[in-house]
Nanobody
Framework: EVQLQASGGGLVQPGKSLRLSCAAS????????IAWFRQAPGKEREGVSC????????YYADSVKGRFTISSDNAKNTVYLQMNSLKPEDTANFYC????????????????WGQGTQVTVSS
């Protein structure tokens, strides 16, 4: 059974950084992609970034390019989202998701979802 555990959220001031972690278990190969999504109150879920565990290909939403970096530690089946220069509009519940296949920022790509971790950017 594939399971995901997201962690690392919290309250941070604008301009500061946070690193989210997504620990995956039950993966049967490296042919998985892991993605981060976020959802703010009253807004639709948005794809933030994804990474292919096989080959490391990455994608980013335009809203986070240059500020967020996704990486993976395949030995630990863990994906990280380093978030720098955080803005109040980054405030959201962040979720990680995974499935076999290509990296995508479309949430319909993924069958397996972790619980959210709240990120609040406020002074």
């Amino acid at each position: 059974e594939v399971q995901l555990q997201a962690s690392g959220g919290g309250l941070v001031q604008p301009g500061k950084s946070l690193r989210l972690s997504c620990a995956a278990s039950g993966l049967t190969s490296d042919d998985y992609a892991i993605a981060w999504f976020r959802q703010a109150p009253g807004k639709e879920r948005e794809g933030v970034s994804c990474i292919s565990l096989n080959g490391g290909k990455t994608y980013y939403a335009d809203s986070v390019k240059g500020r967020f970096t996704i990486s993976s530690d395949n030995a630990k089946n863990t994906v990280y989202l380093q978030m720098n220069s955080l803005k109040p509009e980054d405030t959201a519940n962040f979720y990680c998701a995974t499935d076999e296949g290509r990296c995508s920022l479309w949430d319909g790509t993924y069958r397996y979802w972790g619980q959210g971790t709240q990120v609040t950017v406020s002074s």
